[in-house]
């Protein structure tokens, strides 16, 4: 029985009507254009990885496989499925093969354990899950029956060695079958919200509203049929996904080369072996990569674009990437609920080390406003609000959040403290709501302070970001305890046996025995990291 209903997002007429009037929206759904490269060009190579190629022709055969074996299993069009792989083949022929059978899929990251897989699962009412065996030392068959354990009995796909579960390699080798597109304005999956104030929200995403973006970035970008994009970071990530990514890629027509990690090692290898042309990593990695890049042995020659995004890129970082790397810096800023900004290939240079670019779309409506809801002046810092073409206007079977996040005209709060040049290009300057933004993740700080605070030792904790060359901010819990304290490695592991990603763990922790008081009594806890961030600049770690 379902307890949310299906996901739903729907723009209002006057706006539709202007976004199919302008042919930013077309009859094309992300299926339907993958089907049409394959049938025009089907020996072309779709798919690189380090153990063999695939050509347009073998991933479509394979998804149309994977869609008759997810409905033979007994899924309905309609019905949510999580999916949660590292960057293999597999990650497209299961969501292609999903959407075909009329699926929704629901995307998880490689990072992600019990709590969030839960989360996803209870929030979208999935009724089955697709994962692979191990990734990065991590037995995600083991995840699976947590997940099944807390929410019942869940069908289970694996690549790889499934032991009890059902083989995601059976459903490839399957009769294939062609059922209906399905139907444009339709939700064609579920993206992840970066969190805030706690797990992360579910979006969704038309398919008429994500061709755009492809369609868009793609030309931005000056993708072709010759192009080569690198998925190194999570393909499941909006910004490897679409910007132009993985899926814009695939509308131009080239190929996709996938790495397992961003280390220089494993992503210089994978630019030599399938001669890459475009790729898009995080700040702290393409600081890593400027790094490591003058001494490498790999030919990194055929490279022409970096992409980097995520995060603010701190320009005397920025300056330093094209000459190391020999490539066009392209600064990108997005959310998965929707606008896109790119620095474009021709901009001067200033521009594309000092800012993060300018929207896709003529019908991206931006507003900046101060904390009265106010527009501010160019060059002054304000929360960014946007509405437009491909930006969504409700977060799914979420009202309370729905009521925040948008305002009575339809525009998203993005939370993002941002300035805008003369010439209309955007700064990031930092976020407005509590999260912690590290190399790229974001971090709830509500989330994490939940789960310290139910250590029995622990009487109250606050998550504040503290500065980082590399990674731009880490984490640091200030917990007061009761006596004696609990350690930080006592801590550490208490949050990660509450079966939460890595990356949310506090880098650091310190105790005190109070936190800092306004002298007006009852403080709120965002008032409370404020000072915390102010007068805990740079904690020493309490670890031994």
Not at 391 to 407: S, V
Request: proline letters at 7%; aromatic letters at 8%.
């Amino acid at each position: 029985m379902r307890r949310t209903g299906a996901p739903r997002q729907i723009w209002p007429d006057e706006f539709a009507r202007r976004y199919l009037d302008a042919g930013h929206w077309t009859d094309e759904t992300l299926p339907g254009f993958f089907r049409a490269r394959a049938e025009a060009h089907p020996d072309r190579i779709a798919v690189a990885t380090a153990e063999g190629r695939h050509s347009y022709a073998e991933i479509d055969a394979r998804s149309d496989a994977v869609a008759a074996g997810l409905r033979a299993a007994g899924l309905e069009p309609g019905d949510r499925i999580v999916l949660q792989l590292p960057n293999i083949a597999e990650f497209f022929t299961a969501m292609f093969g999903a959407m075909r059978a009329g699926l929704i899929p629901v995307y998880a990251l490689p990072a992600h354990r019990r709590s969030e897989i839960v989360h996803f699962v209870q929030g979208s009412d999935a009724r089955a899950f697709i994962t692979c065996d191990r990734a990065v030392g991590y037995d995600h068959r083991v995840l699976a029956r947590e997940v099944r354990a807390e929410v019942g009995d869940l069908p289970v796909f694996v690549v790889g060695e499934a032991e009890e579960f059902g083989s995601f390699a059976a459903l490839e080798a399957g009769e294939p079958e062609r059922f209906d597109d399905p139907d444009p304005a339709s939700v064609a999956f579920l993206q992840l919200s970066g969190g805030s104030t706690g797990l992360s929200k579910l979006i969704p995403r038309t398919h008429r509203d994500y061709v755009y973006t492809l369609r868009e970035s793609a030309r931005i970008c000056e993708l072709s049929a010759d192009s080569v994009y690198l998925g190194t970071l999570p393909i499941a990530h909006n910004f490897p996904m679409s910007s132009p990514g993985t899926l814009g890629t695939f509308y131009a027509g080239g190929t996709v080369s996938l790495a397992l990690s961003p280390s220089p090692d494993a992503a210089f290898a994978a630019i030599e072996r399938d001669r890459v042309t475009i790729t898009g990593v995080v700040p702290p990695i393409a600081i890593l990569w400027s790094r490591a890049a003058p001494t490498t042995r790999f030919d990194l020659s055929s490279l022409e674009v970096l992409q980097v995004g995520g995060a603010r890129f701190a320009p005397e970082a920025a300056r330093q990437v094209e000459p190391a790397l020999g490539v066009t810096l392209q600064q990108v800023y997005g959310m998965a609920e929707g606008l896109v900004n790119y620095t474009r290939l021709d901009d001067p240079e200033e521009v594309r080390v000092n800012t993060q670019g300018r929207p896709i779309s003529a019908d991206d409506e931006l507003r900046i406003v101060d904390l009265r809801g106010e527009p501010v002046a160019d060059g002054e810092a304000g929360e960014l609000l946007t509405r437009g073409p491909y930006t969504i206007r409700r977060y799914h079977a979420d009202a309370d959040t729905n009521a925040r996040a948008f305002t009575a005209e339809g525009f998203y709060r993005t939370g993002d403290l941002v300035s805008r040049t003369p010439e209309g290009n955007l700064v990031v300057r930092g976020r407005v709501s509590d999260v912690i933004n590290r190399g790229g993740e974001k971090i709830p700080v509500e989330e994490v302070e939940n789960h310290l605070i139910g250590h029995a030792q622990v009487v109250d904790a606050v998550l504040v970001p503290i500065p980082d060359p590399l990674l731009g901010e880490r984490s640091c819990a200030v917990v007061i305890a009761d006596d004696p304290a609990p350690a930080a490695r006592e801590l550490r592991a208490w949050i990660r046996e509450r079966g939460v990603a890595g990356f949310k763990v506090p880098d650091q922790f310190v105790f005190v025995d109070a936190f800092p008081s306004t002298g007006v009594g009852k403080i709120d806890r965002r008032d409370l990291r404020a000072a915390l961030k102010r007068t805990l600049h740079d904690p020493e770690s309490s670890d031994e």
